[in-house]
Each structure stands twice: as structure tokens, then as C-alpha cells.
């Protein structure tokens, strides 16, 4: 079973930026969407950003639309969340999941549900 690895999250001020990173374990196929989630405390995962890896389509939830940007790595195995212009709402733990029973990337941030990874916090603060 791949597992995941976030790393890059910490502490920002508000209107800074942060590049998560979430570095796979083995092989995901590119047909698998891949996405990044985030709990805030008190309140259920969100999904934030998706891609569908295979024909580079995304999904982006309203709150983060025009801040954030989804990318992948191939060589690297590795799947990147450029966040910009944060906001404190921002602030929760990131997880990255990928999920093979589904097949869009809105599908992936809409209803994916399982187990999760240890993720990275992130806190936008001044």
C-alpha cells in the first residue's frame, strides 16, 4: 500500500506563502486523482485541491481558487501545493491523498473518505 508523506507546512503570516509537498511511497498510477485535504480544528477535511494526474485536470475548492495551485513531480514521485496570499482560515493540518476507486479530480475533493496520513500544519498568524 503507497503511503504518503506531507512535509513543508509551519508557521506564516497572513498574506505569505508556503509549497507543501507530499512525497509517495511507491508507484500511483496516473489514472488515481491525488489530492490535498486540510481539518481545521472543530471541523470536518476539506478537500482543497485535486488532480487527475493522467489528463492534468484540477479541482479547487471556492475558498482557495486563484491563492493555490496543485502540481506534480514525476521524477520526484512527489505532488507539490503552492499556497499563496494565505489567509488565517487557511490555517489546519494538510493531508495528501490519492484514491484509485475514483476517476475525476472533483470527485477526489468532493467524496473521497478514509484513513489519513500524520499531514503538516499549517498556521497563518501574525
Known amino acids: 500500500q503507497v503511503q504518503f508523506v506531507e512535509s513543508g507546512g509551519g508557521l506564516v503570516q497572513p498574506g505569505g506563502s508556503l509549497r507543501l509537498s507530499c512525497a509517495a511511497s511507491?508507484?500511483?498510477?496516473?489514472?488515481?486523482?491525488i489530492g490535498w485535504f486540510r481539518q481545521a480544528p472543530g471541523k470536518e477535511h476539506e478537500g482543497v485541491s485535486c488532480?487527475?494526474?493522467?489528463?492534468?485536470?484540477?479541482y479547487y475548492a471556492d475558498s482557495v481558487k486563484g491563492r493555490f495551485t496543485i502540481s506534480r513531480d514525476n521524477a520526484k514521485n512527489t505532488v507539490y501545493l503552492q499556497m499563496n496570499s494565505l489567509k488565517p482560515e487557511d490555517t489546519a493540518v494538510y493531508y495528501c491523498?490519492?484514491?484509485?476507486?475514483?476517476?475525476?479530480?472533483?470527485?477526489?475533493?468532493?467524496?473521497?473518505?478514509?484513513?489519513w496520513g500524520q499531514g503538516t500544519q499549517v498556521t497563518v498568524s501574525s
Open positions: 491523498v490519492a484514491n484509485p476507486f475514483l476517476t475525476t479530480a472533483q470527485a477526489m475533493c468532493i467524496s473521497h473518505f478514509g484513513s
Open positions: 511507491g508507484f500511483v498510477s496516473d489514472d488515481y486523482p
Open positions: 488532480l487527475l494526474i493522467r489528463d492534468g485536470s484540477t
